[in-house]
């Protein structure tokens, strides 16, 4: 005879088995009903560019995507009859379109999501390619910025958006004072998104979508628009006999603050891009073909001196770690030596910068010459100056007043580095300074 516990353990499973089997039914009929949320399309916008805008150089091209079950997969673009590609990101993502080498013309952006069943409609928009066909005779100038400054996950590590701002200074003052062309300017910044909170919160929106004052190129910091955007520098300036081209690179340089000499003894410089990093010899390799006579290169790291050949207080590196990057017609600045860490102001960009550019856009840096160990020292007299600030004087007068200024005490340790190739490779045929605002 069943005891009167034994049937009830045959009740609880009983119940059980019917619960699973009915919870397994439900669930399977809500995942395959047509009404079901769970087969409900993600949907998917463009927000950038808009269609029927022309474009160049590099896009961004940007967008949203959401699912009722708030779960995309991911999100693919296609241009023209071209395969699928997967975007970064999904409910805010983009997609590195570069035109440098694309004709001139209308071209179709398609995109959609997957959240692992269904994809959206297809999204559609057109553009229209409008790269320059030709620089004018007397503008044969070329900038690029690149700063990678927001990526480290802890806050305190993150250099804020004072490079993008002070990028955007300069590349006005090049613009407006020295004859660069906007349609020869890029600028990349971090993954190519602007962050809220000063780089420390969320992703706004695109650098492209941003309103501009002026239609320059701008992009991330990766390194696959890093070697684009050299490439294409190379490719157009090398057509010119007298190409100017100015590099301005900022970011967390490679070392260890807390280790002798940051860690940097018998070794390379470096900088971090968004997603790579950039050694001092991938950059020299990068710029082999470079055949501009008139080219500065601004790298303001820590521990960045390598970039320049040189350890700290202007001695040199040895042989076997040169960069490869100094060369005739080449001025080479590092905001910092080899040995030791740079500082940055995150709503105003890196130190060195600063009061670099300040010397050049006031005109206080005229007639500043290099002093002890190239420490920088005033004009004595008039005789030095002749109205137009180089970017050797410029350093030279960075130098001076870090070393001079009780308001700048904090960053007295720093110590930039600097070798001058220009207009030709020796201390004797490099005594005349490199003038970025000649038409001045």
Not at 290 to 298: E, G, M
Not at 352 to 362: A, D, E, M, R
Request: glycine share 8%.
């Amino acid at each position: 005879m069943i005891s009167n516990k034994f049937k009830l353990v045959i009740f609880i499973i009983t119940l059980i088995l019917i619960f699973i089997v009915t919870f397994l039914f439900t669930t399977y009929l809500l995942n395959n009903s047509p009404n079901s949320s769970f087969n409900e399309k993600p949907s998917l916008e463009i927000l950038y560019p808009k269609d029927d805008m022309s474009v160049l150089d590099l896009v961004m091209i940007s967008g949203t995507a959401s699912d009722a079950m708030n779960k995309i997969v991911d999100v693919e673009v296609k241009i023209n009859d071209n395969p699928w590609e997967n975007a970064t990101g999904t409910y805010n993502w983009s997609f590195n379109w570069n035109t440098y080498n694309l004709s001139d013309g209308f071209y179709e952006i398609q995109a959609r999501a997957w959240n692992g069943k269904v994809y959206s409609d297809v999204e559609k928009v057109t553009s229209y390619v409008d790269n320059p066909d030709e620089i004018l005779s007397d503008e044969h100038k070329w900038a690029l910025f690149i700063a990678a400054d927001n990526f480290p996950e802890d806050n305190e590590s993150k250099l804020g958006n004072g490079g993008l701002y002070l990028a955007e200074n300069i590349s006005s003052y090049l613009v407006e004072n020295c004859g660069y062309p906007t349609s020869n300017v890029i600028i990349l910044f971090d993954d190519g998104w602007i962050r809220s909170d000063n780089g420390y919160g969320s992703p706004i929106q695109t650098l492209q979508q941003r309103s501009h004052k002026y239609r320059i190129t701008y992009g991330g910091a990766i390194k696959e628009n890093v070697v684009s955007a050299i490439n294409y520098i190379i490719e157009e300036s090398n057509k010119f006999d007298d190409s100017e081209v100015f590099i301005w690179v900022f970011g967390h340089g490679y070392g260890t603050e807390n280790r002798f000499a940051g860690g940097k003894i018998l070794e390379r410089s470096a900088v971090f891009l968004w997603d790579d990093i950039l050694t001092d010899k991938d950059l020299g390799g990068l710029l082999s073909g470079l055949k501009s006579k008139k080219t500065s290169v601004i790298i303001d790291a820590c521990y960045s001196g390598g970039f320049a050949d040189k350890t700290i207080f202007n001695l040199p590196e040895i042989s076997i770690l040169s960069s490869g990057l100094v060369k005739s017609g080449r001025v080479i600045i590092t905001g910092e030596s080899k040995f030791r860490p740079g500082y940055t102001i995150t709503s105003s960009g890196p130190v060195f910068s600063q009061i670099w550019f300040y010397g050049i856009k006031t005109g206080y840096a005229d007639g500043f010459r290099p002093g002890a160990l190239h420490t920088g020292r005033p004009p004595r007299t008039s005789l030095f100056k002749d109205g137009k600030v180089s970017v050797e004087e410029a350093y030279y007068y960075t130098c001076f007043m870090l070393k001079s200024q009780m308001s700048l005490k904090e960053f007295s340790r720093m110590e930039p580095e600097i070798n001058d190739q220009y207009p030709n490779r020796g201390a004797l045929r490099s005594m005349n300074g490199l003038i970025l605002c000649s038409n001045k």
